[in-house]
Every structure is written in C-alpha cells, then in structure tokens.
C-alpha cells in the first residue's frame, strides 16, 4: 500500500493536466475519475472506458449514479492511500478492450488517477475533478508516466 505524505499532500493538489469548466471534444479511451466527473459524462451521453467512483463527493455527500454499467468491481482503498487491491484491479482493467465498466471503490477514490495513469496505456485520455474549479482533462505521455514513478516513489510504502 502506498500512503500519501504531507509534502506530496501540497504538491498533489495541482492538477495534471489543463482544468475545464466545459468539458472539450473528447474522442478515444476515456478513464474519469470521482463521482461529479462520471456523472457530468454520463449526462454529456459520454460512455468512458472506465469509472472510478466512491459515491461520494467533498468526503462525505452522497452522489447517485443512476447509470447501469456493462460491469462493476469493488476495491478497498483507504483515505489518502493507494491500496495494493486497488492497484491490481486498475493493473486488469488496463489490459482489457471494453467499456461501461465501474470501479467502485470503498473508501476513497481520488489518489487513483495515480495508478490509472501509471497502467493505461499512452493517448489514454483521464478525466478527474479539481474540486470548486472544474475538471482536469489529461492524455497519458511518457513523459507523464514518468513524473507518476517519481511520485509513487516520494510515497510511504506498507
């Protein structure tokens, strides 16, 4: 499990990519991030890949998703961690061709743009939420893969 620090806590709470407050064209495999990002596509008929969500927002209010998924799993993943569970199922469902699918996630979801970027593949596109501001669009380069090893590296390890 890797537990975020709090000079990672600061340096985390920039955004990866540009913030939107109107989502651009998006085209291609799309993976979001947290409950408001999965419902705005949802309600944009915008199918992702992948959502990830723990039908929560700001830590504790309530979200509904009404969407059916094709698929949902379940991980755990405690506040401000990455849990080895969470890696792994995020490790899968990098490798398979399909979409509609929902990770449900039992704890907190938002450290898990982390491993999505560090397992999808390239020109994968990743949408997350920048509380109060709107959301981050992001495609996955090297280059941004890169900058995931150093900070999974600056992260406590249990």
Known sequence: MYILTDELREYLKKPFG???KEL?????????????????LLSKG???NLSI???KTKRNIKVDIEHKFKKTFEVENPPGCISDEAIEKIKYLANIND???A???KGEEDLLVIPVIKY???NTIVLYGQP?????????TQELKNQIDKILKMMERR
């Open 103 to 105: 990770l449900l996630v």
């Open 18 to 20: 540009k913030v939107y």
């Open 24 to 40: 651009p064209p998006i085209n291609g495999k799309v993976v979001c991030v947290g409950d408001i990002t999965t419902k705005t």
């Open 132 to 140: 109060d501001e709107g959301i981050v669009f992001l495609k996955i």
């Open 46 to 48: 915008i199918i992702p």
């Open 120 to 122: 999808f593949p390239e």
């Open 99 to 101: 979409r509609d699918i």
């Open 53 to 55: 969500f723990d039908l």
